[in-house]
């Protein structure tokens, strides 16, 4: 046996999930459970509020200047 084989021998394959992946690290990794219910929902919110300005803010991004349109929304 070849010194490759023996080493892969000591390992096991990896588990092929058919869950879909998540960018939720909070979610994924059960963090909600350790936080107050107000926190929890600011946190989501915070997420939402992101997920629909990301777009919009990416030239603001790439030109490093500051979104005055977000102040309102914060």
Same mark, same amino acid.
């Given at each position: 046996m070849n010194k490759l084989n023996l080493l892969n021998s000591h390992? !096991? %394959?990896? #588990?092929v999930s058919n869950k879909? %992946? !998540?960018l939720n690290v909070w979610e994924s990794l059960g963090y909600d459970k350790h936080l107050t219910p107000k926190? #929890?929902?600011t946190r989501?919110? #915070?997420a939402k509020l992101m997920d629909e300005v990301y777009l919009d803010l990416i030239p603001y991004i790439n030109r490093t200047e500051f979104p005055m349109f977000m102040l309102p929304k914060l």
């Open positions: 390992f !096991t %394959p990896a #588990v879909q %992946p !998540t926190f #929890v929902e989501k919110n #915070v």
